[in-house]
Structure formats: C-alpha cells, structure tokens
C-alpha cells in the first residue's frame, strides 16, 4: 500500500488517503472517512484547472468505517486536487497529490485489507465489469496482471472448469459446482494473455444441495492448445472464479448422455436446446441422441376410480409445445397439471386445457369408460428446441404426484403436423381451439417446410413452343389413373398442342420414377411436349402450384387440377381471351360438371356456417349442366382452383397461392380475395366446360381426410378476410335478381366488390 507522503494538503485532514497505479495511466484513489450521518460522500476529481473523468464505489470495512475508491486516468498534470463532499458541518474536504510520484503496480493483498465480504465483491465486481471499458483497460497487461493477482487473492485455489462432453462448433459442455448464492449467472467474463473478454454464456444451474452448493453446466468455446486462463462467473450477489483448461479430449456426448443425461430430464432438455441453438448439425444431433437413449415411458393406467392419465402426443417447433392425451378424475381430485422444461420454473397448463369427452377400453369383453380427452399448447417451449419426450406432472389435491412421459414424438415438420391435426377430434374441435392450440404450430410446421425445401427436379420431354401463349400447370398427387384421358385430350387439341406448355408438378416424389415414366410414354404416344417439376419433398397443392408457375413462360397462366378433362377443344384459348384489362378482369373460370353432366362448378361464394365461419361454395352444384341460370356469363365472387385461369404476371405479383393453408384447401379462394383486393374482377364463363372428378388427389391424403386440416383453413381465410368477405357477399346479394351480366359500375369497396352489377338467382 502507498499512502501519500507527505499527507496532502488539506482543510481538514482525512482519515486516510492511498493511491494505487491499476495499471497503464490508470490509479485508484482510495478514501477511508468515519462513517457520516450527513449522507453519502463523493469525491471530484480536478487536473491543471479542469474535471477529470472518474468512476467511484463505497466500500465498508470491518471497523464500521467506509473507503471511498475513485478510479480515474491520469491527465499529466503535476497535481490534481481531491475534493470531498457531504462529510460533515465542515464543508468541503480537499486534497492535492501528484500521481507520478506512484511507480509500481497495486498490491491486490493492501487493498483488499479490512474490507467486508460484501465490499471485497462489490470493488471485484467493479474491476472486472464496469471500470476495464470506461478505461479500456481490457487489454492493457499490466492491469490484467493485477486483476488476476486480485482475484487469486479472492480465490486463493480456484477449482477448474471439467469439461464433461464435447458438442458441435467447435463447443464444449463443462460442468462445476458453485456455491448456492450464485443464485442466476449475470455475466461471465475470461481472463487471459489476450485479455478481458466478456462471454455470452449459456448456464444451466441446478438446485441447491444439502452441502449449499449448485450444479453449473456452461457451453463453452473449446479452449487453446496452451489453455490457462481465469473464468470469472458473476450474479447479483456473488462471484466465483474457476481455471480453464487447455486443449485436451473432451468425453463424446454419447458416453455423457447415457449417463449423467439419462437420469436428469431437465439437464437433459437444456442440453438439447443448446444443441438446437448452435446449427442444423446440434439441432440432428439433438434428436439422435434422444433417439439413441430414449427415456422410460410413464403413464397412469387404473381400472378403479383413483386418476389416471397419459401422454400420447408431445411435438415441439419453434413455435411451442403441443401436448395431448387423457384424464380420468372422477372424484375431482386434479390440482394441476405442470410441464417441466430444461430451466425455470414448470409451466401450469390446467388451465390452456382443451377438453373433449373420449372413451378408453375397460378390459372386461370390450367394455369402454368415460374419460376427457385433452390437448394443451405451451408456447416457446424449449426455444423450439426438438424435445422429443418432456415430463409433465399431475398434481392431486393431496399432494400426490404422477408423472407422464410420452413415447420418443416425431422431429420432422410434415409429421409434426399430421400429429397435431389428429389431437382434436373434428367433431369437438372449435375456432377457440384453433386459435390457442392448434394454429401456432401448424403454422410453424408450414413455414419450416416452406424453408427447407428444396428445390425441384425438372425433366423435359419433347420441346415445347419457343414462345408459348399460355403455360398449363397440374400437380399431381399419388392419383394418376385421369393422365392418360387428360394428355390425349390437351393432345387432341390444335391450339394447345401449338400454343400451350404442359408442366406437371409431382407432389409425390417417392413416385418420381413411376411418373417419368409414364409421362415419358405418353409423350412419345401423342406427340405432346412436357415438363414434370419433380418436388423434393411434399409441400402440398400451393407449394406444388407455386412450384409449376416458377417454371412456366407463357404469358396466361392456367391451373388446372389432375382429375379435370376437358369437354371439347378450344377451351383455354377461350378463357384466356375473357383476361379483359379494359374491363379489369383479373381471372376467369369455367363450367365444371361431374361424371354424369351434372354440375360441380358454375362460379364460388361465401356462406356462414351455424358457428359464424365463412365457407366455400359452389353455385348451382348438383344441378343440370342445362340448367339456365348456370349457363350465363357473370362476375362471380371467385372461382375454384381445380381451373382458373389468369395472367402469369398477376400471380406471381400476388405472390401465387399462399402456403399457410394446410394440405389443400381455401388457398384458392384467397388467391381470389386477394385479385379482388387488388381492384380486378372474376367472372365465370359457362360456354367453357370441362369435367372434374372432384377431390380425388386430396382424398389420398391422411392427413385432410381426417377433417382438421379443412377446418384450419376455414378458419384461418376467416381470421384474414372476415370483413372483406362480408363485404364482397353484401355487394353480390344485393345487385339483382337474375343473373346477367350488365354494364360495369363502380363499386362501394374498390379493393373486393365485383367490377360488375349482375342479377343472380338463389343458390342451389
């Protein structure tokens, strides 16, 4: 320790003044008063006449006494004066020194003496913290060998860091025990040659033991081959310092997992939500590992009146964690139902509970008993890390605890998604449940296959026209058996063999080899040029439309469904002449008609269903195609996707069919309320027919037929166009009687109503 000699020249004589050099042009000024009951003192420092920067703390020492430390860079000046303020009746307190008379470093251990615990903390916080960026002392050497002196004089014999696995990029898991009162980790800072270095740390600290000590698991940087260095670990009201070692071979996580992780699922899941955090390759090696050391599935199965529950479905994204399973409480015993997770506190969930009633088998010659059946959604569970089987607690009234756990759950989007769609049945499933439970992560699941899919294979047979004037586009969906009607009709067609471009679009690609070859035979059958987009995964009707008019040319643009076989020739010229820019029509659509003549199309509305939600429909269905209101030419509110014809740039500028709609279903009808929204009209065009053998593509899908998907959709156009659609239905519905197609005029909502009046008949 340096005490100023001689003593500076003072009003009145302080306790005790010292000046230490931290290092580099930077000194610590320590004041040591009396404690004063006329507030708190400071101190301001002055140099050559002007006020020098400085950082100050209060420090308590074991005498009852208090040191003020000032921190500040040296100006250069011979002298700088010390004014201390609020220390008494006296005034003010001034004291002149001269920080070049101080030559060597600080002496950790003479100013660490007499201070209190709490005091050794805060200036250690201080040093390590706040002062090295004021005085960008990070990387001056002579300050970080003094911080290290200190803290090794804090922490004489530091336990090192062990590393307990190695990760991926370049991570290590390390793991060590702290006291109790390192109650959360704030900042995490490494002492080394380089420097000071703050570190964005993910910690995991577990529960206090008996002994008063936690757990602390930490990612660290896998270290330098020479390693050394200090890891200096602060909260609010502690500091713990630990060694870091160098370079060396790190367990592999599969040893750790199947030890320390298999027994502690809440370790387990932050492990994994850090291997998510860290890339693709963490997130896969997340999932492998849960794979590779699956967890004991626990379920409560009784055949008396006591609870039981179990956890059948557990799927995780990045939007949260959808749950679901049964209850049987038949005496109200259920308190709550909790959802652990990787840290923190569990999450209640008793209360996001959607029920519905289900019956489970009895065990005595096929008898059933009641239960409630439930699904519950927990939002940014995990971070959206692939936690493939959390625990989850049923809590009773008496204290008694069962625990759930589900099966290993899926990892991959697409059967994320099929999963949740079957955690509702249909028939209870309601726009509130949508809404809380299950839209979150359906729309997660198709904005993840939206971004990872890649892209589609493209196989050419024969050469299409140079210049075409109207690009064709058909997914095709597992149902090939119309492909042969189909080719020999477009084929049939002068026009369109001349005119049009033929894209197939394979949804299915595990079929991609049975398709080319058929197409390829076809081809060399009729002479009719073809393209197949062949999608690397399915992505559903829009992703599959949005695919094919990526590819196309022409300068209309008609998609049409696989199972739809026109009824004549001529039929697309036809229709791509009603695209009227004078008259705005921004698409057209045809006559559809069953198998026996009957009619499936003649133009879409809207109608509320019992529970308020709009839903599609189809004019005139189920009626003659003869039938003479169908049979006019009439702006209609829009038309279905199975045909609908429009200009390519127009589609590409609506950005094409929108992909949140699962499966296949509505995304026509918005594509028509956003041509509506952008001051265009649709009319329907009955002298075009064409057959459609309606929905047979979709049927094969498992995932739609269970009714979830349609229901989502329905509700989801709803949530977005509610008040436009109503609008657009007003408009329709009070024009006329009889349906003709009058003169244009203008409309009361420009962006949705039709650009024309019409007098419309009832709906059949």
Not at 587 to 611: C, I, N, T, W
Not at 613 to 627: A, C, D, E, R
């Amino acid at each position: 320790m340096l005490s100023l000699a001689p003593a500076a020249t003072a009003v009145a004589a302080p306790t005790q003044l010292e000046l230490h050099r931290l290092g580099g042009s930077v000194f610590l000024l320590c004041w040591t008063l009396e404690a004063s009951p006329f507030g708190k003192p400071s101190i301001a420092l002055t140099g050559g006449g002007r006020r020098l920067a400085a950082a100050s703390i209060s420090l308590g020492l074991r005498d009852g006494r208090e040191r003020l430390a000032v921190a500040f860079r040296s100006s250069g000046h011979d002298s700088i004066v010390a004014t201390l303020s609020d220390h008494g009746p006296q005034g003010d307190v001034t004291a002149a020194f001269d920080p070049a008379l101080v030559h060597g470093l600080a002496d950790p251990d003479d100013i660490l003496e007499d201070l209190t615990p709490r005091a050794r903390l805060a200036l250690a916080n201080a040093l390590v913290r706040a002062w090295p960026p004021l005085f960008n002392l990070a990387a001056v050497p002579s300050y970080l060998s003094f911080l290290r002196q200190l803290l090794l004089a804090l922490f004489p014999e530091p336990a090192a860091m062990q590393p307990s696995a190695a990760l991926v990029e370049g991570r290590w898991l390390s793991e060590t025990v702290v006291p109790a009162d390192l109650d959360a980790l704030r900042t995490a800072f490494r002492l080394d040659g380089a420097g000071l270095t703050r570190l964005e740390l993910p910690s995991r600290l577990g529960a206090a033991d008996r002994n008063g000590q936690r757990e602390l698991h930490l990612v660290l940087e896998e270290p330098p081959v020479r390693g050394g260095g200090l890891l200096i670990l602060q909260s609010e009201r502690s500091l713990v310092v630990r060694t870091l070692p160098g370079r060396q071979a790190a367990p592999s996580l599969g040893r750790w997992w199947a030890g320390k992780a298999a027994s502690r699922d809440g370790l387990r899941n932050w492990v994994i939500e850090q291997l998510a955090g860290l890339s693709e390759q963490g997130r896969l090696l997340a999932v492998e590992m849960q794979r590779r050391a699956p967890l004991a599935v626990q379920h409560v199965r009784r055949n008396d009146d006591l609870p039981a529950a179990e956890l059948d479905l557990a799927v995780c994204n990045r939007a949260g964690l959808l749950i679901g399973g049964y209850l049987r409480d038949p005496d109200d015993l259920l308190e709550e139902v909790l959802l652990h997770r990787g840290t923190g506190e569990p999450i209640a969930m008793l209360s996001r509970l959607q029920r519905f009633p289900v019956r489970l088998p009895s065990g005595a010659e096929g008898e059933t008993r009641a239960a409630i059946g439930f699904a519950a959604f927990a939002p940014d569970y995990a971070a959206g890390a692939p936690v493939l089987q959390p625990r989850c607690e049923i809590r009773l009234k008496s204290g008694t605890v069962l625990t759930l756990r589900p099966p290993v759950q899926p990892a991959d989007a697409a059967t994320i998604r099929a999963r949740a769609l079957s955690a509702i049945p249909p028939q209870y499933l309601t726009a509130a449940m949508l809404e809380e439970t299950l839209a979150p992560i359906l729309a997660a699941c198709q904005e993840e296959l939206r971004a990872n899919r890649p892209e589609p294979e493209v196989k050419t047979f024969g050469r299409g026209p140079a210049r075409p004037k109207a690009s064709v586009v058909i997914p095709l969906y597992r149902v090939y058996d119309f492909l042969r009607v189909q080719v020999a009709a477009f084929a049939g067609d002068p026009w369109f063999a001349e005119n049009a471009e033929l894209i197939y679009v394979l949804d299915s690609p595990e079929h991609e080899a049975e398709v080319a070859h058929l197409l390829g035979g076809l081809h060399l059958a009729y002479g009719l040029p073809m393209q197949l987009v062949a999608m690397r995964r399915n992505g559903g009707f829009s992703a599959a439309c949005n695919a094919g008019a990526r590819q196309a040319r022409g300068e209309a643009l008609a998609l049409v469904n696989s199972d739809v076989i026109p009824v004549g020739n001529g039929w697309l010229p036809a229709l791509v002449a009603k695209l009227d820019k004078r008259r705005r029509i921004g698409a057209v659509g045809p006559k559809l008609l069953y198998e026996d003549g009957s009619l499936q199309h003649a133009g879409l509305f809207f109608k509320r269903d019992s529970k308020g939600t709009w839903l599609n429909h189809h004019y005139f269905k189920g009626m003659p195609g003869s039938y003479a209101p169908a049979n006019v030419e009439r702006p209609v509110p829009g038309v279905t996707g199975a045909c609908i014809v429009m200009a390519r740039e127009l589609f590409g500028e609506l950005g094409g069919f929108d992909e949140s709609y699962v499966i296949g279903d509505y995304e026509d009808s918005d594509l028509c309320l956003k041509i509506r929204r952008a001051g265009l009209g649709i009319v329907y065009v009955p002298d075009v027919a064409l057959y459609h053998l309606e929905r047979q593509s979709i049927s094969k899908s498992t995932d739609y037929t269970r009714g979830a998907a349609s229901q989502h959709n329905a509700w989801l156009q709803m949530r977005r166009w509610d008040a436009q659609i109503a609008a657009l239905m007003q408009a329709f519905e009070t024009s006329a009687a009889e349906p003709a197609l009058l003169q244009a005029q203008a409309p009361s909502e420009p962006d949705l109503v039709p650009r024309f009046s019409f007098r419309r008949a009832t709906a059949a």
